[in-house]
């Protein structure tokens, strides 16, 4: 089971990595889209939006790969970015818009039960579980 995990894990890492530097480069028109209209505040706000969240898919991507001591934590981190930039993906499918190749109404539907599928890959591959437990009774014992 643990080379499965291990398998995910650099998988993740490999597909965040190549996603990062494609908001950077040659898919960042794409990623335009994805930004939720009610984030659009202007054209160059909505491009930093584009270009800081390819930073920090280069970061997490690179982390899932190298930082294998922290995999835990690196894997919470990633799934609390999936469930962040899942606004954009319903935004893409409320408003209709097409990317990626997704350009149908069925097509962007059927993304948004991915993100999910992401986040629990992120977890369960790297003991994520355990490391958000661990931040939530933190949190309880700060109250």
Known sequence: M????TFIRILLGIFMTYAGVSHLTIARQEF???VPTWLQFSPGFTDFVVLASG?????????MLFLW?????????????YVLIFPG???QYVNDIDAFGL????ARFIRLFFQPLLIF??????????????????????K
Do not use: P, R
Request: net charge positive; charged share 20%; with cysteine.
């Open 55 to 63: 930073v920090v898919e280069i970061v997490l991507g690179l982390g």
């Open 89 to 91: 993906n319903i935004n």
């Open 32 to 34: 335009v889209a994805q």
């Open 69 to 81: 001591k922290k995999k835990a934590i690196v894997g919470a981190l990633l799934a609390l970015f």
């Open 2 to 5: 643990n080379y499965v995990k």
């Open 103 to 106: 350009d149908t109404e069925q």
């Open 121 to 142: 890959f992120a977890l369960w591959s790297t003991g994520g579980w355990e490391q958000c437990k661990a931040w939530l009774k933190c949190c309880k014992k700060d």
